[in-house]
């Protein structure tokens, strides 16, 4: 039985010759973060204890337990998921690397679905070390679309995101050669609802502004460099606003970013992952974080990877990990708001004549 009413967040370790446990443990540092939420790492007493000494880092105390019902409010807990024989090499990658990563995001995706925790975030993995016959996944986000995803909440988004910028994505981790053909009017249209969904539910923007970028240089320059934009991005933008999203483009990415018009907007849409990630991560790379929108569940992730150059050297920054563990608890917020409000809608009061609305006076007897 859960022993505190506080959000109960899991944290993976990641990539054990990473950054992942350097950043945790900067992030607990801060006391304050036992008073806003419950946190359960997922992952080893013993690598924690290795790399607060490598590191140099004040003392954190870590309670180590069996299953999230034992945590204890105000402390800080881990469920150890890998052997006391795993062998940590900072700075290499690993099989037995990609081994405990997995073993930590497997054990604790379960306890997410079977609701021990409230919420996920996930210290970075190397995802070439993490594939096995149990992990053939480009990331995270499809590892978790296939182990978390509903007949409601059937498809994943990764959403980059920081105070001011929010960069949603149409196509993810694939080769920068198979995306032209993933970019249709259905996957655009998709895209952008999905945005405009999370945005409102996730992140309480109401009738958020989405800016759509062009696939091609100078949005295909009037199909002399593409057609994509005539073909699939305008289409799926025109029948976005018929469904009522407030979305524009296809703009150019070089001058959107450029120009800063990403700051008159709620989210942007990127067709691909270095045309959204490269300049987010130039404006927010401290403070960004990866959230995993579309889901029954809330996760999230530090937006950058493994640092295995500053691996066990005490040089790695906290406040993306800091920020991610913020997000998360306020998207699990958001959501319960989101859903209390629109549980028992009222009923339309007005029927459609022609194209004009005529509202029933609902005052009046027959």
Known sequence: MKKSNKIRVGITQGDINGIGYEVILKMLEDTRMAELCDIIIYGSAKIAAFYRKAAELPQVNLTQIDTPDEARDGSYSIINVVGEDVKVEPGVST???????????????????????????TAPINKHNIQSDAFRFPGHTEYLESS???????????????????????????????????????????????????????????SPRIAVLALNPHAGENGLLGSEEADAITP????????????????PADGFWGSEAY???????????????????????????NFTAGLPFARTSPDHGTGYDIAGKG??????????VYLAIDVF???????????????????????????????KED
């Open 95 to 121: 099989e037995a690397a990609g081994q405990a990563a997995f073993a930590a995001l497997e054990r604790a995706t379960a306890d997410l679905r079977a609701g021990e925790i409230d919420v996920l975030v």
């Open 148 to 206: 978390l995803a509903d007949e409601e909440n059937p498809k994943a988004m990764m959403i980059m995101a920081s105070d001011n910028i929010r960069v949603a994505l149409v196509t993810t981790h694939v080769p920068l050669k198979d995306v032209p053909q993933l970019i249709t009017r259905e996957a655009v249209e998709a895209s952008i609802l999905a945005l405009s969904k999370s945005l409102e539910r996730d992140f309480a923007i109401s």
């Open 236 to 251: 799926a933008i025109e029948e976005a606003r018929r469904r009522k999203v407030l979305c524009f483009g296809p703009y």
């Open 263 to 289: 700051t008159h907007f709620d989210g942007v849409l990127a067709m691909y992952h270095d045309q959204g990630l490269a300049p987010f991560k130039a404006l927010a790379m401290n403070e960004g974080v």
């Open 315 to 324: 040089q790695a920054d906290p406040e993306s990990m800091r920020q991610a």
């Open 333 to 363: 917020r958001n959501r319960a708001r989101h859903d209390e409000a629109h549980r028992n809608p009222l009923r339309k009061q007005y029927f459609e004549k022609g194209n004009d609305n005529v509202v029933l006076d609902l005052t």
